[in-house]
Structures are given as structure tokens and as C-alpha cells.
């Protein structure tokens, strides 16, 4: 757990930003960091709006600070109340980083269509189709020569 030190979120781990992000942008990240965090604390959509519209009002009511010193205290304050009010285990997208299917889907190598049974074949005949004059078309172009001989790596194959 986060021990609360009284300094502004801004101050921590500095030396790792890496480019100037404008006091604009800082605030509508903060909005939405707010907004995602309120949906972690409730559960109706209606509730959710309801808070949604509350702290949209409170953005909107500080909209037209012109002084930038008071607006950076302003933005501070919302940092440290995001951080104080933080949901503890907060929502997350299913296939967003940290979500429950995150990375769950791998790509299969193409050789692992061969290995269908052909009833599976045959729900995808334009595929399949397809797939086999490509097939062809590859080994015509290999053996006539228009193949590179060097690997990835940039090593020449040995045969």
C-alpha cells in the first residue's frame, strides 16, 4: 500500500518522463483517470453517470483559470485526491493490459490449417480454395529461382 508522503503525485519518480506533456493534457489524463476510477467504485450505470456529471462539473466550473499557478495547484488537488480515493483493485478491460484475457489469443502458424479434417475444411471452401492456389503459386515462384537464399538472420542456408 501507497504510504501517503503530503507531495504532490507530480513529484514522484520524475526522472522517468520522458517528454513535456502540456498542463491541458495533464488535466483532461486526470479527468479520465477520475472517470475510470468512479466506475470502479460503482456499480449502476445510472450511479456512474450521475458521479460522471458531478465531476464533470467540477472540471467545468475551474475551466476558464487563467492564472497557471492556480491552475497547477488545482490540478495537483485533483492528482492527490485520485491518489487518496484510488479503488483498490480497479476495473479493468478484458483484453486490456491486466485484464482476464489479456494475451489469450495466440496467432497459430499458417501449417496448422494442413492439419485440418476435411469436414473443417469444408465450412471455409473460398478460403481453402484460396489457399491452395496459394500454396502453388509459392512452390512455382521456389523453384523457379526467386527465392532469397539467406535467412533472417542474414546467414546463407546451407542445403
Request: with cysteine.
Amino acid at each position: 500500500m501507497a504510504v501517503n508522503t503530503g507531495r504532490p503525485i507530480t513529484e514522484f519518480a520524475a526522472y522517468l518522463k520522458r517528454d513535456l506533456t502540456s498542463h491541458t493534457r495533464r488535466v483532461q489524463n486526470l479527468f479520465k483517470r477520475i472517470s475510470r476510477n468512479e466506475e470502479s467504485w460503482l456499480e449502476d450505470r445510472h450511479d456512474i453517470r450521475y458521479k460522471l456529471t458531478l465531476v464533470r462539473a467540477e472540471f467545468e466550473k475551474h475551466r476558464h483559470v487563467k492564472d497557471m499557478r492556480v491552475a497547477k495547484a488545482l490540478l495537483e488537488e485533483g492528482e492527490r485526491h485520485l491518489f487518496l480515493n484510488i479503488h483498490p483493485q480497479p476495473k479493468k478491460f478484458t483484453f486490456s493490459p491486466g485484464g482476464v484475457c489479456f494475451e489469450r489469443y495466440h496467432d497459430y502458424p499458417d501449417w496448422h490449417a494442413d492439419y485440418w479434417h476435411p469436414l473443417e475444411k469444408a465450412r471455409y471452401p473460398y478460403y481453402f480454395a484460396k489457399r491452395e492456389l496459394r500454396k502453388k503459386q509459392f512452390i512455382q515462384l521456389w523453384e523457379k529461382g526467386n527465392h532469397n537464399t539467406t535467412g533472417d538472420d542474414g546467414h546463407t542456408a546451407h542445403h
